[in-house]
């Protein structure tokens, strides 16, 4: 078997399901309870928080425990926007965002009022530093551009747009790291960034975590109100077992890149450099400037979920597009975006690779890939 979606989730290490165990166990009580095993459990919470803070160098007062990727974009956007509303309701982001950013930002027009711009994107999928400066505005309060593009891997200009934006101090930077953590660095400090999202499952912990960064200072409208856990900004009962696993997830994941980013890498462009050679086959993933970890391939004239459940009869499993947006069978909005037209954003294919992945799965991957495709043809004869 090759699992070659990992950019739509990962599998748990196994270290992170005993954890995970370990803590359910053992410490089952809520980190807000008064008594000894609720101290145990806030004090593993604690300890988790400071493990993840010195990880990504940032405070512990900084990092606030959420439900993943989608909670956290949310949360960032929607409470930045509607907490710094009186400086002015425009907001900017690409066209080529995640849905639980692009939808964010949808509600925030549609529910408040806001005016969004969005910034387009060359046929790299890379988005202009200076695009940005031409947009911005003297009501502008916030700006989210992700890390690494979910579809086509393309890394953003992150550190040119935060010193872009030191200019316009009343503007909020978000960034969507999702993609990113543990496959391409980001300094969040030293690229000005005010907001950042991570999530779980993305990095081998489990589903249902996730955490965001919030700089020391900012103001965010909560979108839970209850109990004031995790610094009022979203209250709830802690998934201690979740948030602690994920934890030693994160831990794992930066050894695995400081002992395995270059092999992953050579993987890469090698299967790529394979992929070139296969009769239809168009590569969408940048040569330069992207993540080791995805490629993007279209094959025009060809259905990708039904090459994708061939492919799955050979017990190799890849996605369409983004894993929250594959469903919906409509041709990829980020290759649209690249100027790729419909036949080729109709048909692409997302293979997404891990750490674990070894050379060995290059060879039978295209083979039985570029078998596919012959059926696929022969078929449509």
């Known amino acids: 078997m090759f699992y070659l979606d990992n950019s739509a989730t990962t599998k748990p290490y196994p270290e992170v399901v005993d954890t995970f165990t370990h803590v359910s166990k053992h410490y089952f009580g809520n980190p807000s ?34 439900a993943g990727g989608t909670e956290g974009n949310n949360l960032a956007i929607k409470g930045a926007a509607l907490a710094f509303q009186e400086r002015g309701k425009h907001v900017i982001t690409t066209e080529i965002e995640h849905p639980s950013v692009l939808e964010a930002f949808q509600q925030l027009k549609e529910w ?44 953003q200009p992150i550190k040119e747009i935060g010193q872009l934006l030191q200019a316009y101090p009343k503007i909020l930077f978000h960034v969507d790291a999702v993609q990113s953590i543990g496959k391409v ?35 965010i409208v909560p979108l839970f109100s209850g109990g ?22 994160l831990r794992l994941t930066f050894e695995n890149y400081s002992d395995s980013f270059e092999n992953l890498n050579l993987i890469k462009n090698n299967l790529v450099d394979q992929l070139f050679q ?14 080791p970890h995805i490629v993007n391939i279209s094959i025009p004239g060809i259905k990708p979920e039904v ?19 594959s469903k919906k069978k409509k041709p990829s909005q980020t290759l649209l ?25 290059i060879e039978p991957f295209c083979r039985a890939l570029a078998k596919s495709i012959g059926k696929l043809k022969k078929v449509m004869r």
């Open 307 to 325: 090459l994708l459940h061939l492919l799955e009869e050979e017990e190799i499993y890849v996605s369409t597009t983004s894993a929250c947006s």
């Open 185 to 219: 660095p980001l300094l969040l400090k030293e690229n000005q960034i005010d907001l950042c999202t991570f999530s779980g499952h993305k990095f081998h912990g489990l589903k249902g975590t996730g955490f965001l960064y919030v700089r020391q200072g900012v103001k």
């Open 228 to 249: 004031a856990q995790e610094s009022r900004f979203r209250s709830g009962t802690e998934n201690l077992a979740g948030i602690v696993s994920m934890a030693k997830a």
């Open 33 to 66: 309870s008064l008594h000894k095993l609720g101290n145990d459990a806030e004090n593993l919470l604690a300890a988790a928080r400071q493990q993840l803070s010195k990880l990504i160098h940032v405070k512990e007062n900084e990092v606030i425990f959420t």
């Open 337 to 361: 975006a690249m100027g790729k037209g419909e036949r080729i954003a109709g048909s692409s294919i997302r293979i997404s690779l891990s750490y674990d992945h070894t050379e060995d799965m």
């Open 278 to 291: 296969l009769e239809g086959v168009v590569i969408n993933t940048p040569q330069a400037g992207s993540a």
């Open 112 to 155: 408040f009022g806001f005016e969004i711009t969005y910034l387009p994107v060359n046929q790299y999928g890379y988005v202009m530093a200076e695009a940005l400066k031409k947009v911005i505005r003297e009501d502008t309060t916030l700006v989210s551009v992700m890390h690494v593009n979910n579809e086509v891997g393309t890394i």
